[in-house]
């Protein structure tokens, strides 16, 4: 054989090899309904997989259980294997496997219990991704203030709004008998209505731009608390 | 001339075809609620065009503005929809299920849930216009509900399903609320203009017509009230039931036709009343089973289904007489809709009907995935509910057991939207269907 020849080969077996990967990973991508076979039960489940600079992404639906859209975090794609956990506190992995007839097959497990599951590809991926923090107005920018009562004492409130390239921030406190920073996952503003949303704590504030006030309420699980925000002075 | 003429026909004929799609942007249709829609209907079922999947069950019913799907679900969003493809364009979260029917108007949607608030959405891209908080949603309850034990604890209705849909109409939506109100706010703000109280839930969704709204309330009365002043014009006594608060309340919508109010109530009445008095024209008694459905009126004939006894009829709507009566399999809470020679509507059991119009025999049906699984045999082998399994129960919430295993069959609550030869519909199992 000839260097020429030689180096031919190594470049397609070079190129092969790459595209491998690649190929596997075009058969994860997609939607994938089925269910999960939880006793008395068949649990619709539908998964989206997509991948985005190399990073794999994907939201889960189950009707029943009330998630539509929501995240899967600790994705593992490793083909055949596919295997993830969906956020919140439901506690839900899904342990997967390409098999020959290009089903996804494996085990769904929550709660220390395990169910057969099975999924077949339908489609391309419809991955739902949270909603993004928006700008805020010029003149919501800065430190608002409120106070509102809850279980006999007053609870003082404080949103400090900023704008960056990729959106708002707020710094959310609260300061009753402890004080507290609430972590923030979103802050949108549109049109009037402003939104300041603490995910992980449960808390929220959700007000109305109007005549130089935040006109709203705090909400923590179902209790709604009114709540007035006015500019810092 | 003759181009002229023709240029004439092909605008209104135009015109037409735009107030028909119009028609298909509230509940029941239009403000009046006929339940009927521009044809063609399929008369043959050929496949599922698709389904899109939410977190719970959908027991709202589907609107059309735009090429563009609207529903609520009970996973608490609220959803807009391609018509053709069935790809989400966009969802709203609310704090609580939304089993009502939104209305599109100007560019908005509008819709309540049972966090207790009425929201105004963009249609375009689901942004949050305004929201106003009412005195707080609740179902129906009582002591000794349906008989249920201990018959001194106030047990909620779980077949309390829906919740009041708005109706939109010169710069004005008006709904009702558990909370036993009837709100006319500003759509453009969400500005109250008023507000009606009657004695208690109010889940019914108001008709209107020629300037007055009625509707009916789980207090045993039936209301019209002037829209732009929300004074009563006149009011209507239904069904009392005060050994088990079964046979009371209005939970069926209106429908409005040529000076007629029909209205189903849960005193196992269908009723027509004088638009303008209130006088009672006729009543069709269906022995002690509920009449949820919204009624539906074309061609001078009423159509309706049963809860308990599960029967389709048709009567005629200037004397009650009966024209059809089908035996059914499964309860009907689904309000029957009109598109053409062919009648739609949804039974509990899982499975959406088309019927003839003229003659209610069945042409074809189709049955979701979860009512063929049929899980813990919910339903019998020819798809009636398993009553004798279902209702056991030593302790008497028979009836909160059995309404939590129907569910699980993909029971169809939504009332169907016909568009362009499509059906549109939600069920129990989760999904929002267009079948062709």
């Known amino acids: ?233 | 001339m003759t181009k002229k003429i023709f240029g004439i026909v092909a605008l209104l004929a135009t015109l037409c075809a735009a107030t028909a799609i119009d028609a298909q942007s509230m509940f029941r249709g239009d403000a009046m609620h006929s339940g009927t829609y521009a044809g063609p209907p399929p008369r043959q079922f050929h496949r599922v065009k698709w389904k899109f999947p939410t977190g719970d069950r959908v027991i709202s019913s589907p609107v059309f503005k735009d090429n563009v799907i609207y529903f609520g679900g009970d996973d608490g969003n609220v959803y807009a929809v391609d018509a053709a493809t069935g790809r989400q364009i966009w969802k709203r979260a609310t704090n609580g299920p939304v089993p009502a029917t939104p209305a599109i108007a100007d560019g908005t949607v509008y819709i309540g849930s049972y966090d207790g608030k009425f929201y105004a959405f963009n249609a375009q891209t689901g942004a949050l216009k305004w929201k106003f908080a009412t005195d707080g949603e609740r179902r129906f309850e009582a002591k000794g509900l349906h008989g249920m034990q201990p018959k001194n604890q106030t047990i909620a209705d779980p077949f309390d399903a829906f919740l009041s849909s708005p109706v939109v109409a010169n710069g004005v939506v008006y709904f009702g609320s558990g909370d036993g109100n009837l709100y006319a706010l500003d759509s453009a703000t969400g500005d109250l203009h008023w507000k009606f109280k009657t004695g208690d839930v109010v889940h019914a969704s108001p008709a209107l017509a020629d300037g007055v709204l009625f509707f009916g309330s789980w207090d045993s009365y039936f209301y019209a009230v002037d829209a732009a002043t929300g004074k009563e014009k006149w009011r209507f006594h239904g069904g009392e039931d005060p050994l088990i608060h079964n046979q009371v309340g209005f939970q069926s919508s209106p429908a409005v036709v040529n000076g007629t109010v029909y209205t189903g109530c849960r005193d196992s009445n269908l009723y027509a009343l004088d638009a303008v008095t209130g006088k009672e024209k006729w009543r069709f008694f269906n022995d002690l089973s509920w009449v949820i459905t919204s009624p539906a009126v074309a061609d001078g004939k009423v159509f309706f289904g049963t809860s308990d006894s599960s029967l389709y009829h048709v009567v005629d709507a200037n004397s009650g007489k009966p024209i059809v009566r089908q035996q059914g399999k499964a309860y009907i809470f689904s309000s029957p809709a009109v598109a053409g020679d062919v009648v739609f509507i949804g039974v509990m059991n899982g499975t959406l009907e088309a019927r003839d119009g003229k003659t209610g025999d069945l042409l074809w049906d189709f049955q979701v995935e979860k009512s063929k699984q049929n899980g813990s045999w919910v339903l019998t082998g020819d798809r009636k509910f398993n009553v004798p399994l279902l209702y056991h129960s030593n302790w008497r919430e028979a009836p909160l057991v059995a309404n939590d295993q129907q569910i699980r069959v993909g029971g169809i609550y939504s009332s169907p939207l016909v568009v362009n030869g499509v059906v549109y519909f939600g069920s129990a199992d989760g999904f929002l269907y267009a079948v062709e």
């Open chain 1, 1 to 233: 054989m000839t260097s020429a020849g030689a180096r031919v080969r190594l470049i397609v077996i070079l190129i092969v090899a790459a595209a491998l990967p690649c190929r596997a990973d075009d058969a994860i991508t997609g939607r994938w309904e089925g269910s999960a076979h939880i006793p008395d039960d068949e649990l619709n489940v539908i998964v989206d997989l997509t991948q985005e600079n190399g990073t794999w992404a994907g939201s889960i639906i189950i009707p029943g259980l009330g998630l539509k859209g929501t995240p899967l975090t600790e994705i593992k794609v490793q083909p055949p294997d596919v295997n993830f956990a969906v956020k919140g506190a439901l506690g839900i992995q899904l342990k997967l496997r390409l098999d020959a007839n290009n089903k996804l097959a494996g085990n769904f497990e929550q709660g220390g219990n395990r169910a057969s599951a099975s999924l077949q590809r339908t489609g391309p991926p419809q991955v739902e991704y949270p909603p993004r923090n928006t700008p805020v107005a010029k003149e919501l920018e800065g430190e608002w203030k409120g106070d509102y009562e809850m279980l006999g004492y007053t609870r003082h409130v404080s949103i400090k709004f900023a704008n960056h390239p990729d959106g708002a921030t707020a710094e959310f406190v609260i300061v009753g008998r402890k004080h507290n920073v609430l972590p923030v996952d979103l802050v949108t503003q549109e049109g009037e209505m402003v939104t300041v949303d603490s995910h992980e704590m449960g808390f929220s504030f959700e007000g109305r731009l109007k005549n130089g006030k935040l006109t709203g309420a705090v909400r923590q699980a179902a209790i709604e608390t009114p709540l007035v925000l006015v500019r810092a002075k």
